[in-house]
């Protein structure tokens, strides 16, 4: 059964620090995989997918993401972060062989600080 | 484009009453998902759907029910609610695309309590 691990429930950043969030997935070889971010009281919006070709991703709002399948990971990175990105971050796997069912990890909060 | 459209937005249930929550998408979507969402759980799957007349249990089905007469819809019935279906409700819809699926589209969620 696929499965998504994301390894950091909070992560608390200074404004314009980099960040990155961890997403580890268990699945068999053909995997898509997403990122999604919830702002509060509303509901789920895409940053980026990886279907295939390049592993490295980017996305909305200067996320990018790397696509590691040797080390099962696909791995939220940002810069230099704003005020505005305080919001939930959601890793997401789906896979032909599980029926094109779309699991999510438990989700990683990010407070920016002034 | 309205996207995906659930209703209601909030609603308290009694212990033991029961609902259903709407979802509607206009993008033609084969696939269709609801998702339950509590506070440091993520989102986890109650039921899904892969095309009109076919529906399938995910992780947590348990106290739900689900139909999926026709490409657009797809409800989600709460029979005997009970405190623990105190949630967040989310309906998501995609498309496959050459056997690859595609993003999901979420609706903005119903938040239901039940007391």
């Known amino acids: 059964a696929q499965s998504v691990t994301q390894l950091d429930s909070q992560v608390p950043v200074f404004e314009e620090a980099p960040v990155e969030l961890r997403c580890n997935y268990s699945s068999s070889v053909s995997v898509y995989l997403f990122w999604y971010v919830q702002y509060p009281n509303q509901g789920l919006q895409l940053l980026l997918k990886y279907l295939s070709g390049s592993t490295l991703v980017k996305g909305i709002n200067g996320f990018e993401a790397e696509f590691n399948k040797s080390q099962t990971s696909f791995h939220l990175r940002k810069p230099s972060v704003h005020i505005s990105d305080t919001a939930e971050y959601f890793c997401a796997v789906s896979d032909i062989a599980a029926g094109n069912k779309l699991t999510f990890g438990g989700g990683t909060r990010v407070l920016v600080k002034p | 484009n309205a996207g995906v459209t659930q209703t209601p937005k909030f609603r308290i249930l009694k212990i033991g009453q029961s609902m259903t929550l709407q979802c509607t998408q206009d993008m033609n979507h084969n696939y269709m998902y609801w998702y339950r969402q509590d506070p440091g759980m993520g989102l986890k799957l109650i039921y899904y759907s892969v095309g009109a007349g076919i529906t399938d249990k995910g992780e947590v089905p348990n106290g739900y029910n689900v139909s999926r007469s026709t490409t657009e819809d797809f409800p989600l019935r709460l029979e005997l609610a009970a405190p623990s279906q105190t949630s967040v409700y989310f309906c998501?819809?995609?498309?496959?695309?050459?056997?690859?699926?595609?993003?999901?589209?979420f609706g903005q969620g119903t938040r239901l309590t039940v007391v």
């Open positions: 998501a819809s995609r498309s496959l695309v050459g056997g690859v699926g595609t993003e999901a589209f």
